[in-house]
């Protein structure tokens, strides 16, 4: 009865609607609407279903048609209740790991101190470098851990975690060590950025071609060597990289294997777009000031423009990434927390709420910036991202009617269930 079927693992059904967001595994959807979500359902009359096999998606469809190619007889068959299914989320740019925290700072950005009047004073990513230096790497491992489950239970299946709180070879490599253990977890997969050019410290201040040569590099060898990285990234801004520097980082990084993303016009615009577009990296990060000849560089380069819209709130700063312009101009827009001390935000679902009311993207282009385009920006979009034949099977399960909920329902925890890899992953979420 079996012979020419696909034996299935995991049958979901009774799915109400199903956005799939197939088609953009080659490269990213510069122009989302509605129709590029590929829903499927959405009618009491035919249930939408989906089928896995060892972790890898292996039917997509409705109901009435899986036992043509698929025997379910032994898979473990899960009832979505009539509720939304879609990608899992793909948080494309964290700092998620390092140790304590920033809650007093609040105070001093109400009081009207911007992140940078803060960095120079010794504040922010520099007390975070204060605090995750003097964290065993038991600490940091356990802080982290727990950040990551909480980022699951809200839907992320997978999440780039970059270092940068470390801010010294021995550091700075210690935490890629600490994130490669992360990426044993079963319930997340996990994507290594080495970030040693996030900030100065206090013994190269005034110095940072010092810091390039003695620090950055070394890191950069280290990584490469031992495969504990995937991407390098600078934050190119004033007081921190300028863009000779940021050049340099990159080009160097490029040499030794390591792709290459960029922290760009987050407070200022520096040029970053235009370099990263010129340095055909996979995507340039943040935008908020970036010009319309930034913006057009990146469209054209193929680079996808990630935005963060929590951190300009968070950041008190008044300014969000353009990202009508961005899209007008052909340009691949994804979306992440930036979860750090400064911006300590876990839910993508909050994220995309954001995205719609604060960037004014719709609730398609939102949802596609956070699935399939996000993907893209960590180079994984011919491997997840959406409901596809042969893709990973990491799926979210709403209690939701339609996908334009999950933004109008602000602030809410909307999940269900969440399924790594075709297994329902179990999350033990620490408060």
Known sequence: MSSGRTKADLV??????????????????VRPDEPSLGLIGGRESRKACVASKGGKICFVGFSNELSDTIDSSSATEIDASGGLVLPGFVDCHTHTIFSGSRESELNDKLSGSSY?????????????????????????????????????????????????YGLDVENEIRLLQVIKRLSELPE?????????????????????SAYVETVVEPTIDV??????????DVFMEEGVFGAKEATKILEYASLKGLEKKIHADEFSDLGGAALGAKMHVVSADHLMHASSEGIKALAQSGVVSVLLPG?????????????????????????ATDNSPNSWIESMQLIISLACYLTKMTPAEALIGATINAAHAVSRGSKL???ELGKQCDILIMDLSNYQEIPYRIGTNNISIVIKDGVVAEINVQS
């Open 385 to 387: 991202g959406s409901i």
């Open 116 to 164: 940078l009047e803060i960095l120079k004073k010794g504040g922010g990513i520099l007390r975070t470098m204060r605090e995750t230096r003097e964290a065993n790497d038991s600490r940091i491992f356990d802080e982290t851990r727990d950040r990551l489950r909480r980022m699951v239970s809200f839907g992320s299946t997978t999440i780039e975690i970059k270092t940068g």
């Open 311 to 335: 951190t300009s709130l968070s950041s008190f700063s008044q300014t969000y990434a353009n990202a009508r312009e961005i899209i007008r101009q052909g340009g691949a827009v994804a979306l």
């Open 223 to 232: 990584a490469s060597k031992e495969k504990l990285a995937e991407f390098c």
């Open 188 to 208: 997340i997969d996990v994507v290594p950025t080495l970030l040693s050019a996030h900030a100065i410290p206090p013994e190269y201040s005034g110095n940072s």
């Open 12 to 29: 979901i059904r009774n799915i109400g609607q199903l956005v799939t967001v197939s088609g953009y595994s080659k490269s990213p959807c």
